[in-house]
């Protein structure tokens, strides 16, 4: 079992920036790739940003160039800086471990809510 705890998040104008963080918990040595998702009303779940275990790091196209995901293995967490934030950033966004011990198993943290409005 993996555990995820998120902070960060809140509200932002058009333009500022705000930062996630995910600290990872349990059997973390399992963990192949780690990465936030994100969920806005209405819509369903989607990757805006991915780094797997010593792989390149994966954006969505709507965020390329203004979000940038890292990874600190000595800490067990994943960061999200988001800079240039547009209103359509606004959801509620979930941290992300794989592991693929036995099998693909994805576990998530309880979420954290971007608002993007000024």
């Known amino acids: 079992q993996v555990q995820l705890v998120e902070s960060g998040g809140g509200l932002a104008q058009p333009g500022g920036s705000l930062r996630l963080s995910c600290a990872a918990s349990?059997?973390?040595?399992?963990?192949?790739?780690m990465g936030w998702y994100r969920q806005a009303p209405g819509k369903q779940r989607e990757l805006v940003a991915s780094i797997p275990n010593g792989g390149s790091t994966n954006y969505a196209d709507s965020v390329k160039g203004r979000f940038t995901i890292s990874r600190d293995n000595a800490k067990n967490t994943v960061a999200l800086q988001m800079n240039s934030l547009k209103p359509e950033d606004t959801a509620v966004y979930f941290c992300n471990a794989v592991t693929i011990v036995l099998g693909v198993q994805n576990y998530w943290g309880q979420g954290t809510q971007v608002t993007v409005s000024s």
């Open positions: 349990g059997s973390i040595f399992k963990i192949y790739a």
